[in-house]
C-alpha cells in the first residue's frame, strides 16, 4: 500500500511565503508524477501545478511566477513553494500521486493526500 501526505500548511501573512511538502510511503512499484491542488471555501477544487517523471512542470495560471514546484530532495517527495501570497491563495492544499512506469504488470493508481491548510492573513 502506499500512503501520500503533506505538510507545511499553516498562517502566512499576506506577501509572505510558504513551502509545502509531499510524499509517499510503502510498497512502490512505479514512478509518480505529481500535481498540486487547492480548494477554498465554497469553490471547486483547483489545479495549482504539477511535475512529471523527467521534471517538466505546469502551473495553473492564478500561480504562475509566483510558484515553484520541484522534486525531492528525498526520493518519492516533491515540493511547492508560494511566495507573494494574498487570500486568494488560502484554502485545503492537496498532492497527488499518479503512478507511471510502473514494473511488471502493475496497474498504475492515484493517490490523493489528505490536505494541508493554508491561511493568508492581511
Known amino acids: 500500500q502506499v500512503q501520500v501526505a503533506e505538510r507545511g500548511g499553516r498562517s502566512v501573512q499576506a506577501g509572505g511565503s510558504l513551502r509545502l511538502s509531499c510524499g509517499a510511503s510503502?510498497?512502490?512499484?512505479?514512478?509518480?508524477?505529481w500535481s498540486w491542488y487547492r480548494q477554498a471555501p465554497g469553490k471547486e477544487r483547483e489545479f495549482v501545478g504539477s511535475?512529471?517523471?523527467?521534471?517538466?512542470?505546469d502551473y495553473g495560471d492564478s500561480v504562475k511566477g509566483r510558484f515553484t514546484i520541484s522534486q525531492g530532495p528525498a526520493m518519492n517527495t516533491v515540493r511547492l513553494e508560494m511566495k507573494d501570497l494574498s487570500g486568494g491563495d488560502a484554502g485545503m492544499y492537496y498532492c497527488?500521486?499518479?503512478?507511471?512506469?510502473?514494473?511488471?504488470?502493475?496497474?498504475?493508481?492515484?493517490?490523493w493526500s489528505q490536505g494541508t491548510q493554508v491561511t493568508v492573513s492581511s
Open positions: 497527488k500521486a499518479d503512478e507511471v512506469e510502473c514494473n511488471g504488470s502493475r496497474s498504475p493508481k492515484t493517490y
Open positions: 510503502g510498497l512502490m512499484y512505479c514512478s509518480f508524477n
Open positions: 511535475i512529471d517523471t523527467r521534471d517538466v512542470v
